[in-house]
């Protein structure tokens, strides 16, 4: 089944600098890659996803790149606020029969120091 | 914004007992999945269910585990003989569509077996 890694486990960074977290697949028939921000006390919630028939996309401070090739994809936060404290998690899902699930990498909680 | 709601948001039980996490999910939609996350590990997905019945589920969801959609609003995950082992955060989650469509999390049920 699919395997995804995820980098760093921790991440603390300035207000206002970038973040970036980065994941890597094992299942190369993952076509969907959701990225999910936990808040304390509260369950995942989607923040963007990137299908494979593309390489980037971009929502306002938030982007992900993804490279089909090596199986990897990145998220990054432009512009840091301490609002965006919060464990961050990427995820993947193929599209084989009967495979609805989503594989979860391990996290990364990220801290921005004001 | 519709959500997905669960109930409750904390359980504390003893080994060898049943327990019944409850899930509203968001009411277009048609597809329902439980994951658990237990302490300081990943997401894992337990089992994905439409149509009134399990699309698929994982190794994990043994003969102890079951599901149910009782009725046109509620989406219940019951752990029939509890193990430590269970003691985790368990989330409901629900998509429009299936494979591939984005999962929407509910903010999970802590669920601690003594």
């Known amino acids: 089944g699919e395997n995804v890694e995820q980098h760093p486990s921790t991440l603390s960074v300035q207000e206002g600098d970038s973040a970036v977290i980065k994941c890597t697949y094992s299942?190369?028939?993952?076509?969907?890659f959701p990225w999910y921000k936990q808040e304390l006390g509260k369950g995942p919630q989607l923040i963007i996803d990137?299908?494979?028939?593309?390489g980037e996309k971009k929502d306002q401070r938030i982007a992900v790149t993804l490279n089909k090739t090596a199986k990897h994809f990145s998220l990054h936060i432009t512009e840091t606020q301490p609002e965006d404290s919060a464990v961050y998690f990427c995820?993947?899902?193929?599209?084989?029969?009967?495979?609805?699930?989503?594989?979860f990498g391990a996290g990364t909680t990220v801290t921005v120091r004001a | 914004e519709p959500e997905v709601t669960q109930t409750p948001s904390h359980q504390v039980t003893q080994m060898g007992q049943e327990v019944i996490l409850r899930c509203v999910p968001i009411?277009?939609?048609?597809?329902f999945y439980w994951y658990r996350q237990i302490l300081g590990q990943k997401v894992e997905f337990l089992v994905s269910f439409y149509n009134n019945e399990i699309s698929e589920k994982s190794e994990i969801f043994d003969d102890q585990f079951s599901v149910e959609r009782p009725d046109g609003s509620n989406f219940t995950l019951k752990i029939r003989s509890t193990k430590l082992e269970d003691s985790a955060m368990y989330f409901c989650?629900?998509?429009?569509?299936?494979?591939?469509?984005?999962?929407?999390f509910g903010p999970g049920t802590r669920l601690l077996v003594l």
């Open positions: 995820a993947a899902s193929s599209p084989l029969s009967n495979d609805y699930k989503l594989s």
């Open positions: 009411s277009n939609h048609l597809y």
């Open positions: 299942d190369s028939a993952s076509n969907y």
């Open positions: 989650a629900s998509s429009e569509g299936g494979r591939q469509e984005t999962q929407y």
């Open positions: 990137i299908r494979s028939n593309v």
